[in-house]
């Protein structure tokens, strides 16, 4: 038996994609125009899911209002409206790919969730390039 | 080798979420404002998946159509312009939260359903929030 | 030279349509499945527009902070997780259509929106059902 | 640990649903409307999947921008405003259906990617119908 | 004052542009791809708009029902699952562009709805392709 | 008699809110967050509407081709993955709010039309903002 509970969420961000020991030459062969110095920005889509089994007594699996308000106090005060190369700890020798951001958001999560609970993070960074990341 | 067909489907219903054996209070101190005693309602947003293998004859896994006429007897004209707490005898006694809601479609989807294939029963109470069931 | 924003919205509510001073019977005929004395319920989809010129100080036609604000106030907090009938009192004499909402909808916002602006109130009860109001 | 990270595609196509060696009349009984020997077509949307692990150099799982070359030149230049049954060698003796379609374009992929991927591939043939296979 | 109801409909095609009095190099030079004498597809998405003013008793607009029951009559009944240049009347000499269905669809619901309502009719032939025809 | 065919496009772009002649104090007042020195960003959808009258000849409004090329000359290429503030002339010395990035994109498109087409410009910042500009 299986029973996951989502959760989605917003936030926008600026970042770039570069790594700082390569110079801007390497940086934009291999990151393209998503290498730009001045930045660019994505407004992200998320998508946290939990997979445990349902409390007999509220018939919840996790009570939606307290994941509502982990994602708000862990993912979206932390990383909407930054630069995430700039101003969010996590990145600062990290390149914030997609892939990374979204491990990023799991280990933030993870922390705060019971043992018993199963997590998984859908991140879309445009309508046409997302990421699953389940741990 | 994995293959699974989806059909989407929908209904609307008022519900409330609460328990019998609870008094008010302890409703509201649980489940919120989702506990009003007047109702409230969604449009669920239905997606069933049907796993199992191609009919090499027909290429089909399962005839679409008789999937859909299975969800409309099963699950749109049982659950759709209903109270579910009221109408849904199902729900006599079990909270109407979107965990058990999702646990009764997979339950009477099942009974029809030939054993060679696996159900899933994903369900979108709103947009942002929804749960995925396997059974 | 026209310029609109838009701001979306959502709250769910369980309604009925029907009229007190008709039977059961006619309500059921006229109004169908949607006439439920026991309620049934949606998602309620909301797009606000205000039209107007954009202020050349701020590059704002209106803040939309204000305008998210005014929303949440006057739209989410008085119809959210309500029933339209019994506890909104607007619809305690006014049949809770998708028309009727949309206009009680404009006429809370109207009042607290500068006369040089033009509002205009799109409402979704269902994905497939909608309404568009403009005064 | 398990990432994934996904594109989205498009192409739009005609087909029909039946085999050369039933007549009409069969065909129609099993394939309904979808048999109509004039052809009928869909918007198809794709959703390919990659799973692997972080390139700890560049933090992606796969370059994206080589992803999508994959797709549109193995998916959309082969499918996009053809007739299925007519114009691809694939389909010459094989149905067309959501199920074979989504074979058919995991096959194409799956020559072309590492042997340290997953693939999936989840095809949209309407709104409202649509398949995952995963190999 | 403004009040317009929307009511979305599906229907899915085969067609392809072209006029039968010009050749087919002049064809494939004006329509390019769209010009495939084999034939291509799409998930055409619709939406009716009728305009009007709000029936105090019934506190409708139109009873969408009944304009649901139109729509599907008028114009899913005559359209879908077609191809639109074999199958369709009004395409035998006209070609079946999005601006040219998007009026047959208006011509054939504009006779069946009372003078006192104006009609708008927006398809979508792709995710990022449509059209608005209000008569 | 009114035709309008709609062409969705895509960019993402860095940008913050903020005029050169106030310190950063004042912008923070006036645009709170939108204003981080560090710039955020988004994914900006562009639905542009042309209206105009059928060519009889082709049954079309506009070549779309034509206007999806001219989407992406003028705008896509102009603003994709660009930091708005520093890498965009026309933004040196105006702010770049989502009211001026319509009008700007609709200043750019419009010279390049003929005058017998109106143009619209919708530009979504986020999925809940957005505007309407119509010249």
């Not at 994609?17 to 920005?41: A, I, M, T």
Request: aromatic share 10%; charged share 30%; glycine share 4%.
């Amino acid at each position: 038996m299986s029973l996951t509970v989502y959760r989605k969420a917003h936030f926008n961000a600026a970042h770039r994609l570069y790594r700082k020991d390569w110079d801007d030459s390497r940086n934009e062969q291999v990151f393209g125009k998503c290498s730009n110095p001045n930045y660019h920005g994505h407004n992200y889509e998320l998508e946290v899911g939990v997979t445990g089994s349902v409390d007999p007594e509220t018939g919840f699996l996790i009570d939606m209002e307290l994941l509502k308000k982990l994602i708000r106090e862990e993912v979206e005060e932390a990383l909407d409206h930054k630069n995430l190369n700039v101003e969010v700890p996590e990145f600062a020798n990290l390149n914030p790919t997609m892939e990374n951001i979204a491990r990023v958001i799991w280990d933030k999560l993870r922390k705060h969730l019971d043992d018993k609970f199963e997590l998984s993070v859908k991140l879309y960074e445009t309508p046409r390039n997302f990421v699953l990341y389940t741990g």
